[in-house]
């Protein structure tokens, strides 16, 4: 997958020179004359090259109304002022560089930023793996059955998109058997029979526990739904 670049500014000869450090068989250039453009083009790009004094919206406009995600921001401004590097730092660019910069030093820092950008989220991947494994290890779920993968990534998607558990089988199944090249409805089987086993070792109480309330009786196991959204939630109550 290429990867997706943005450059806002309203000079058409430093774009086509900024385009020209980009491979485009690894990169995806698109550009806008102006910070209202750039908001229409914004979504699911990978890094945004941001100038600062444009017509219609400029550069501080676009960073005040633009919702940061994981989209890396490089302001490439001829401002040298202090006064306007901090403003736009505050607003949350990720590097600043000044103009007149190569195609080249441009590239070089897109590439350093997404580096980074893929870093913290292989950490965070790690880090959220390794806690719903250490969940399924306390509520009995082994790892030798499809059901544990399938469940994993359930609980992901979850925490990525919360209104999912919503759409458990228009959306939620049909995500994770994507991920696996399986059908839905072994998905929706799978994680049953997941939970089934854990509930089957009786280990009810470490789950009661887990959850600091006793949520489960010996007669009382959970949907898929329910033991997915329970997990998820707690999750992602940690990491506030």
Not at 99 to 119: F, G, M, Y
Not at 146 to 154: D, H, I, T
Not at 173 to 184: H, N
Request: glycine share 6%; aromatic share 8%; net charge neutral.
């Amino acid at each position: 997958m290429k990867t997706r670049i943005l450059v806002i500014d309203d000079n058409p000869e430093f774009v086509e020179q900024v385009k020209l450090g980009f491979d485009p068989d690894l990169y995806d250039v698109d550009t806008a004359c102006n910070g209202k453009e750039g908001l229409e083009k914004a979504n699911g790009v990978d890094c945004i090259l941001l100038d600062l004094v444009m017509p219609v919206m400029d550069g501080f406009a676009f960073l005040e109304k633009f919702e940061k995600n994981s989209t890396k921001i490089i302001v490439i401004s001829a401002l040298n002022r202090d006064v306007f590097i901090a403003k736009a730092m505050e607003s949350g660019c990720d590097y600043y560089l000044l103009k007149p910069t190569s195609p080249e030093v441009i590239r070089q820092k897109v590439d350093e930023a997404l580096a980074k950008k893929q870093l913290k989220r292989t950490v965070r991947n790690k880090s959220l793996e390794e806690r719903i494994t250490n969940i399924f290890i306390s509520v009995g779920i082994p790892p030798h059955i499809k059901g544990y993968q399938y469940l994993r990534e359930a609980i992901k998607l979850s925490i990525e998109d919360p209104d999912i558990i919503n759409s458990i089988t228009k959306k939620l199944y049909p995500g994770v058997a994507a991920k696996f090249d399986t059908s839905p409805s072994k998905v929706e089987r799978a994680i049953r029979h997941a939970i089934e086993v854990g509930w089957n070792r009786g280990k009810i109480e470490n789950i009661n526990s887990l959850f600091g309330v006793r949520v489960y009786s010996q007669n009382e196991k959970p949907t898929n739904g329910e033991f997915i959204a329970l997990v998820a939630d707690k999750l992602l109550l940690e990491s506030v």
